[in-house]
Antibody, heavy 121, light 106 residues
Framework: EVQLLESGGGLVHPGGSLRLSCAAS????????MSWVRQAPGKGLEWVST????????YHAESVKGRFTISRDKIENALYLHMNSLIADDTAVYYC???????????????WGQGTMVTVS | EIVLTQSPATLSLSPGERATLSCRAS??????LAWYQQKPGQAPRLLVY???NRATGIPARFSGSGSGTAFTLTISSLEPEDFAVYFC?????????FGGGTKVEI
């Protein structure tokens, strides 16, 4: 079964750091563009970051640029989000998501993890 | 940044009725718009991609239409499990953006 499983969320003080992980199973994640999407409590969805296939080019929302870094581990079949200089507005459930169509950077997200909660307080 | 505006914010309907959800873009997104369904405590689920293509396993009662700046998600006959929040998302330009959502309630 194709699945994504996030971990690493928790409570962190403003200015702190956290690393989120997303374990992929049932497929080879390096063959897909992968992304992080977040959702603040009671709010809508916000795209955060995307990493391409091949050369692992990364894209980040302006709100997190310079503070967050997306990366992946080919051996572990995992995706990561390194978050630094956290602020209250980063409080959200963070989802990892797979591009519907392999290397397509911006294709719709067809597989989502269950999410991991990050609270900055 | 492309802003997506969804309407109405809330749609109150009964099972068996037809639901029509709207998503308007601040500039053209061609056909590159997707729709997701989200239930409380769950991750979003892809329903429709590129305006009118149903995702794998999505029932035929869900259909998407539109192009340019105006899009519609139609649920032909609401089933009890369809009461949820629906989001649209564009992939034409960075940053990828989502609409604010439409809640379909009983």
């Amino acid at each position: 079964e194709v699945q994504l499983l996030e971990s690493g969320g928790g409570l962190v003080h403003p200015g702190g750091s956290l690393r989120l992980s997303c374990a992929a199973s049932g497929f080879t994640s390096i063959r897909y563009a992968m992304s992080w999407v977040r959702q603040a409590p009671g709010k809508g969805l916000e795209w955060v970051s995307t990493i391409s296939t091949g050369d692992d080019t990364t894209y980040h929302a302006e709100s997190v640029k310079g503070r967050f870094t997306i990366s992946r581990d080919k051996i572990e079949n995992a995706l990561y989000l390194h978050m630094n200089s956290l602020i209250a507005d980063d409080t959200a459930v963070y989802y990892c998501a797979r591009s519907r169509s392999g290397s397509c950077l911006t294709c719709a997200f067809d597989i989502w993890g269950q999410g991991t909660m990050v609270t900055v307080s | 940044e492309i802003v997506l505006t969804q309407s109405p914010a809330t749609l109150s309907l009964s099972p068996g009725e037809r639901a029509t959800l709207s998503c308007r873009a601040s500039q053209t997104v061609d056909i590159y718009l997707a729709w997701y369904q989200q239930k409380p405590g769950q991750a979003p689920r892809l329903l429709v991609y590129d305006a009118s293509n149903r995702a794998t396993g999505i029932p035929a009662r869900f259909s998407g239409s539109g192009s340019g700046t105006a899009f519609t998600l139609t649920i032909s006959s609401l089933e009890p499990e369809d009461f949820a929040v629906y989001f649209c998302q564009q992939r034409t330009n960075w940053p990828l953006t989502f609409g604010g959502g439409t809640k379909v309630e009983i």
